[in-house]
């Protein structure tokens, strides 16, 4: 049975930080890419960052290059995602998720195949 669970969202003020985790479990992670992405109230879900099969490779969504990070520990089956200087716009619930699409497709959500739960990040003002 496949599964992700996100961790480690909750309320940070603006300039703070929070690191996401995701625990998988079920398929061969490393054969997979694997990403974060969000959705904030109203909006559609929105691509963050990925870290490519075998984890040679990140990308990033323009508005977080330089303030997050994506990494991923294949022995542990762990995804996380630092986040740095966190803005009020950053709010949402992130969602972790794996896909074996092309690279080039990957900041498009419908080419995702497992996904987690969620977790809420709240940044205030």
């Known amino acids: 049975q496949v599964q992700l669970t996100e961790s480690g969202g909750g309320l940070v003020q603006a300039g703070g930080s929070l690191r996401l985790s995701c625990a998988t479990s079920?398929?061969?992670?490393?054969?997979?890419?694997m990403g974060w992405f969000r959705q904030a109230p109203g909006n559609e879900r929105e691509f963050v960052a990925a870290?490519?099969?075998?984890?040679?490779?990140?990308f990033y969504r323009q508005s977080v290059e330089g303030r997050f990070t994506i990494s991923r520990d294949n022995a542990k089956r762990m995804v996380y995602l630092q986040m740095n200087s966190l803005r009020p716009e950053d709010t949402a619930i992130y969602y972790c998720a794996s896909s074996t699409a092309a690279l080039s497709s990957i900041r498009q959500p419908t080419m995702w195949n497992y996904w987690g739960q969620g977790t809420q990040v709240t940044v205030s003002s």
């Open positions: 079920g398929f061969p992670i490393r054969n997979y890419h």
């Open positions: 870290s490519s099969r075998p984890g040679v490779a990140t």
